[in-house]
């Protein structure tokens, strides 16, 4: 069993950056590619971001992928959501997800953890 732990996040002023940080327990970290979603308010979750298992593979969607970046650091069990000019409707509650496979878009993990709010003000 896999728990995960999101923080970071927090209200910013549009053109701000933040950087989220996914902590993993209770599994062996290597086994697990990690996604990000995010989740605004009477909206459908939606995928941000997706990295394999060594950090050698990310895939992001052409919504976000010229502002977020996504990485991970094995020794410290995180993988890390870097979000850059951010924007209004960028405000969500953000949450991680590890699963066994790498599939990026996919909605498909086993394990999600209870998410991080950020808001961007005008």
């Known amino acids: 069993q896999v728990q995960l732990v999101e923080s970071g996040g927090g209200l910013v002023q549009a053109g701000d950056s933040l950087r989220l940080s996914c902590v993993a327990s209770?599994?062996?970290?290597?086994?697990?590619?990690v996604g990000w979603f995010r989740q605004a308010p009477g909206n459908e979750r939606k995928f941000v971001g997706a990295i394999n298992w060594w950090g050698t593979s990310t895939y992001l969607p052409p919504s976000v992928r010229d502002r977020f970046t996504v990485s991970r650091d094995n020794a410290k069990n995180t993988v890390y959501l870097q979000m850059n000019n951010l924007k209004p409707e960028d405000t969500a509650v953000y949450f991680c997800?590890?699963?066994?496979?790498?599939?990026?878009?996919?909605?498909?993990?086993?394990?999600w953890g209870q998410g991080t709010q950020v808001t961007v003000s005008t």
């Open positions: 209770g599994g062996t970290f290597t086994e697990y590619s």
């Open positions: 997800a590890a699963d066994p496979d790498y599939a990026p878009g996919s909605n498909d993990y086993d394990y």
